[in-house]
Each structure stands twice: as C-alpha cells, then as structure tokens.
C-alpha cells in the first residue's frame, strides 16, 4: 500500500478478547470490564490520530484479521 503523506503512525492493537488485553486490570476487574476499557483506549487513540499522517495497524492475533478490520473500521473516516 502506498503512503499518501509524508509522516506515519504505527498503531499496535490487539483484538479485545477478555482475558488477552489489560489482564494486570482484569485481575482486579474482570476479564470483560477489562476489555471493554481496552476497546474505550483504543477509540481515544483512533479519535486523536492526526488527518495529514499515514496509519499502519499492526495487530495481534494474526488469525483475526477480519474482526479486527471490522473493530477498527469504526474509527476509521477514510
């Protein structure tokens, strides 16, 4: 894919499964809540990404690409 601008931003997400993302906080919260917080971060950077820069996603796990490009497609305004 060819980049349109000058500058990029890497983005390094996981898929927001419970019990894989901010476990350190599930363990005082739970599984769920802690993912559910995940997805909220990761909104507040997907709102707060600049308009004049490429973004490159790198993700985790590799086997849910779709669900992560439907996840993530709901940030993006491209």
Known sequence: MPLRHEQAILVFAKYPTPGRV?????????ADQAAQIYRQLVAHVFARLPTDADVLVFFDPPEQEREIATWLGEFRAD
């Open 22 to 30: 901010k476990t350190r906080l599930a363990a005082t919260l739970g």
